[in-house]
């Protein structure tokens, strides 16, 4: 079964950044929609309620979003600028 999530919030955090990078969040954004983000790109689940997750986009650019699997929904919570990295514990697995 496939789900389609509704972008619902969140853009104003674009208005932040430069033109280049926001087309960078757009494809990432576009990616969650379609649910092909968990492949594309690194995801660290956040602490702080269900359904929260940090994709990382560029190698200085990450993406906090918000996902509602009851209602299909997803908001974009921020963005943050500084590097994510693998957490080296799971390099052994």
Known sequence: MTVRLVLTGGM???????????????????AVCDGSAFLTY??????????????????ALAIRVRIDWVRSEYELLGLSRE?????????VL
């Open 83 to 91: 590097p994510v990295e693998w957490p080296r514990e799971l390099d």
């Open 12 to 30: 104003e955090w674009l208005d932040s950044i430069p033109e280049s990078e926001r087309a960078t969040v757009f494809t990432a954004l576009f």
């Open 42 to 59: 690194g995801v660290f689940k956040l602490g702080g309620g269900p359904g929260r997750f940090l994709l990382t986009v560029a190698p």
